[in-house]
């Protein structure tokens, strides 16, 4: 029995648990679709089981077969985005607890299917061949396969997939045969256990370089070189994430850099990560995206989120795990100052969903609420804040950074909750340092952390050595409104910023009054920068130029939120250009027009953003 709280999945967890999952797929890129079967092997946790209830999402599922005979099945009705739960009725019950048995599903995914992007050859770099990917995070496998899909069950899986053009996916690669008609069977194997929604695929024309000694880049030849080039810190990365927690886990460490649809940063799909080819931005400015995905390889692949309801496990813990890698390479003010840009992320999320949303607590209740929808800056950064406290409370890292591997150790592939998280936190405490930091432990409010809303309810004053500069820049900004000294700016203020730098910038600036539009104009000619290449540079200029209605920025705003879909990015930039003077048609209409462009999940948030579907 595992009795463990989980509100979004629709299968009999309590009963079985999937051990391995096997996946016999052929693409269809004129239909847009995977079809095949799917095996499980199951083991039965209670006495009797007479019927196994996967998790699908608009699947086609044609036969259940079970230990070689055919089984009854029967697709339950839809549950909103949790999907329809297949019952397959076992022709006899499981007498014992404990026993291990085989089901075979034949099914197809349909052009439904919110887990796959299928893009034209249009819409790809090379114009030629058409490409497709997954994005399973949150609960989006089912539309992929039928299966358990909570993160509470980890299993290995294996995969043979047939297709015109190079597949890769989130295991290690084992082989490759020539199947006729132009296609090839690859095949697959991810041998450490993974919660479902780690299992991913991407096809197209593409091709891989070395770029570390466990390192491959992936992607469309066009943007080969300048991959190459952008991601030669990774090895660097996974090196030093071996020094604070264990030994890489998985093998290998790939990247696959996406078209622009995209709808991360990044996805720390195992042995595989998936990135935004809004990285590319020609100086390294945005490689700790990288670090992030590296640093799940232990927070969140390795040791994984119960349900859910403990995302902040996995992000807030990456988050801090990240910036503990750059701060060790670039040093603790870099590492200050990047969470003071996590900071302003979460005001904003906090202000977004409002003080007192239970989207605002760090622990959440998801009874019947879609995880997407819950998805902002909270869980990385008040989780990050957390930890930091903790650290900071108890001592300072030489206290905390050994707990930090030890925790990693206790509950490497399995899976954690916020209880048994936060009582590991204490006995290590109390075995390693004794009741002096226990006393120390006992100063946090952990309740209000975990389960208040709003903002932290500790101030963390992060050092301000990196952003003084920017800080000072912005208050003359927002002086000269009044004194209209436009003389004392040049390029010069900004010639030495690095990309951090201009973001921090520009994030004092939109939480000040809109400024005039002369000003505007003035800061534009004078820093360049709408034609700047870092993608978050530009998102924060663009925000500060709709916030104020500078009209001569929107077909900016059109040409950015249109030529990549990057959720982090497109949805404020349409809310924004939405609220705007003169916008609110024009956010809808390029929307429209751009329908196809983006990815499901990301064209289905933007909607509720901007009005057109609740
Ligand atoms: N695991 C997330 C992406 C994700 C979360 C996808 C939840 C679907 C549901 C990934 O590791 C991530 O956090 N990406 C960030 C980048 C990071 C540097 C904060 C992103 O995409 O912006
Ligand atoms: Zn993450």
Redesign the pocket.
């Known amino acids: 029995m595992c009795g463990i709280r989980e509100p979004n999945t629709l299968s009999n967890i309590d009963q079985v648990k999937t051990t391995h999952l096997h996946l016999d797929w052929t693409i269809s890129f004129e239909k847009n679709l995977l079809s095949g079967h799917a095996i499980l092997d199951l083991i039965s946790l209670v006495d009797g089981v007479d019927k196994v209830v996967l998790d699908t999402s608009f699947l086609e599922v044609t036969k259940a077969t079970f230990d070689g005979k055919d089984a009854k099945f029967t697709m339950g009705e839809r549950q909103g985005t949790f999907g329809s739960p297949l019952t397959v009725t076992l022709p006899n019950a499981i007498e014992k607890a404990g026993t291990s048995f085989k089901l075979r599903l034949d099914y197809s995914t349909t052009e439904k299917c919110t887990a796959i992007q299928y893009l034209k050859p249009s819409q790809t770099e090379g114009k030629k061949h058409p490409y497709l990917f997954s994005?399973c995070?949150?609960i989006h496998a089912r539309a992929l396969a039928p299966c358990q899909d909570s993160p509470s069950i980890k299993l290995t899986y294996s995969a043979d997939v047939t297709s015109p053009l190079q597949v890769v996916m989130s295991a290690l690669h084992t082989g490759v045969k020539d199947s006729g008609n132009g296609q090839k069977t690859y095949s697959f194997e991810q041998r450490t256990t993974i919660p479902s929604y780690l299992i991913a695929i991407a096809a197209g024309n593409l091709v891989g370089r070395e770029i570390g000694p466990r390192s491959t880049v992936w992607c469309e030849p066009e943007v080969i070189d300048s991959a190459a080039w952008e991601f030669t810190d990774t090895e660097k990365f996974i090196a030093t994430g071996e020094e604070l927690l264990t030994p890489y886990e998985w093998g290998r460490y790939d990247l696959l850099v996406l078209p622009p649809s995209f709808p991360?940063?990044?996805?720390?799909n195992p042995c595989l990560t998936f990135v935004t080819p809004t990285l590319l931005a020609g100086d390294k400015s945005a490689v700790?995206?990288v670090a992030?995905?590296i640093a799940?390889s232990w927070m969140?692949n390795l040791v994984t989120t119960e349900s859910w309801e403990h995302f902040w496990l996995?992000?807030g813990w990456?988050?801090f795990v990240?910036r503990k890698i750059t701060g060790r390479m670039h040093g603790e003010a870099e590492r200050q100052f990047s969470s003071i840009i996590g900071w302003k992320a979460l005001k904003e999320s906090v202000e977004l969903f409002g003080h007192d949303s239970p989207a605002t607590r760090l622990n959440t209740d998801l009874t019947g609420i879609d995880p997407?929808d819950y998805?902002s800056s909270i869980p990385?950064e008040k989780g990050f804040n957390l930890l930091y406290h903790i650290e900071k409370v108890v001592g300072g890292p030489k206290i905390f950074e050994p707990y930090m591997k030890a925790h990693v150790e206790k509950f490497a592939s399995k899976t954690v909750n916020t209880e048994q998280w936060k009582a590991y936190l204490y006995e290590f405490m109390e075995k390693t340092y004794g009741q002096e930091v226990v006393d120390k432990l006992n100063t946090i409010d952990f309740e209000l952390w975990l389960r208040g809303t709003g903002m932290p309810p500790v101030d963390p004053q992060f050092d301000t050595t990196l952003a003084d500069a920017c800080y000072k820049l912005a208050d003359k900004w927002d002086k000269a409104r009044e004194d209209k000294d436009l003389k004392q700016f040049s390029p010069i203020d900004v010639s030495t910023f690095t990309a951090t730098q201009k973001i921090v910038f520009l994030e004092r600036m939109t939480d000040m009054d809109s400024l005039p539009h002369a000003l505007l104009n003035k800061m534009d000619e004078l820093y360049q920068l709408t034609t700047v290449r870092n993608a978050d540079v530009r998102f924060r200029w663009q925000q500060l130029c709709l916030q104020a209605s500078y009209e001569r920025i929107y077909p900016e705003v059109v040409k950015f939120v249109t030529e990549q879909g990057r959720m982090?990015f497109v949805r404020p930039l349409y809310r924004l250009l939405y609220k705007a003077k003169n916008g609110s048609d024009l956010a809808r209409d390029t929307y429209m027009k751009h329908r196809d462009f983006y990815h499901p999940i990301a064209g289905q948030l933007i909607e509720k953003d901007i009005g057109i579907k609740q």
Request: glycine share 14%; net charge negative.
């Open positions: 994005q995070e949150p991360y940063g990044g996805m720390e700790d995206v992030h995905e799940h969140g996995n992000e990456t988050v990240e997407d998805f990385y982090k």
